[in-house]
Each structure stands twice: as structure tokens, then as C-alpha cells.
């Protein structure tokens, strides 16, 4: 792949809405950029950093620029205040490299 990466967010059975709004089965996307979701993550606010990107306004795609070489990719669903649904709501972890 090249950068920058166009990504767009796909979601079934649930609804997009900014951060903050309180909806029943509706959140909005993260995608964390090498790291994985830790057993306190899951269950507390989202960090918000270089490996952990919100889309708190209900975005459903983005332009993401990486370095060159080997990433992990993966979104994550949280709640209107950014904790991840339990059930966890995330896509599989996808593994790109970026060349120079």
C-alpha cells in the first residue's frame, strides 16, 4: 500500500452517531494503529493518541498517514462516551505493509 490510505468503516446491525450522544446500539468507530485492545481498555474510555484515533464526530471514513513499512489496523465500536461494547464490536486485526 501507499500512503496516505483512504479507509472506509463498515458496521451492521448498529447505528453511527457522534461521541456523546446516548442511543441505544449506537456508537461511533477508533481504530487503533499497532496495539491492541487491552483487557482495561475494553472496559474504560478509549485513550486518545497516535494508536488509538477517534471518530467522534460519526465519521464513517478518513485518510490515514503511515510510515513505511509493517502495520496493524484495527476499528473498534465504542459508546457515546468511547468505552467499546461488551460484546466487543470490532473488525479483525489487518496486518498492511506501506512502501516508500
Not at 456508537?27 to 493518541?49: F, Y
Not at 490515514?64 to 473488525?91: E, K, M, R, Y
Request: proline share 9%; hydrophobic share 35%.
Amino acid at each position: 500500500m501507499t500512503s496516505p490510505l483512504k479507509i472506509q468503516f463498515g458496521l451492521t446491525g448498529m447505528g453511527v452517531a457522534p461521541a456523546g450522544v446516548e442511543k441505544d446500539k449506537t456508537g461511533h468507530h477508533h481504530i487503533l494503529i499497532d496495539t491492541k485492545l487491552t483487557d482495561e481498555e475494553a472496559k474504560a474510555p478509549l485513550p486518545m493518541d497516535a494508536q488509538h484515533v477517534h471518530f467522534g464526530g460519526g465519521q464513517t471514513e478518513t485518510t490515514l498517514t503511515l510510515t513505511p513499512g509493517p502495520h496493524t489496523l484495527q476499528l473498534v465500536l465504542g459508546d457515546w462516551s468511547h468505552i467499546p461494547f461488551s460484546p466487543l464490536i470490532a473488525s479483525p486485526v489487518i496486518k498492511i505493509t506501506v512502501k516508500k
